[in-house]
């Protein structure tokens, strides 16, 4: 069973920034794709930063600029966010996707709130 673990959430003031890290452990297949999401209170959880078993990144147009995934291992990323704005209130969840399966995993979440 793969477990998800993200930590480096908080409180944050505007302007400022962060970084969220998630680490898989239990996974023993090589192949992966690892996402970060966030869901605000009262909507829908969004993508917001993906890296893909081959490196491949792709990002929601509302993170073009602001936020940047790192992923320094086959098991780890990091969301930086740079510049945090209130609406960036959610909490951030970090995902797990096993290339070609139906395999997939989610962590627990953490909160970040920036205020104003």
């Known amino acids: 069973q793969v477990q998800l673990v993200e930590s480096g959430g908080g409180l944050v003031q505007a302007g400022g920034s962060l970084q969220l890290s998630c680490r898989a452990s239990?996974?023993?297949?090589?192949?992966?794709?690892m996402c970060w999401y966030r869901q605000a209170p009262g909507q829908e959880r969004e993508m917001v930063a993906m890296n893909t078993e081959s490196g491949r990144t792709e990002y929601a147009d509302s993170a073009k600029d602001r936020f940047t995934i790192l992923r320094p291992g086959k098991d780890t990323i990091y969301l930086q966010v740079n510049n945090l704005k209130p609406e960036d209130t959610a909490v951030y969840y970090c995902?797990?996707?096993?290339?070609?399966?139906?395999?997939?995993?989610w962590g627990q979440g953490t909160q970040v709130t920036v205020s104003s």
């Open positions: 239990g996974n023993d297949r090589s192949l992966n794709t």
């Open positions: 995902y797990l996707k096993v290339v070609e399966s139906v395999y997939d995993f």
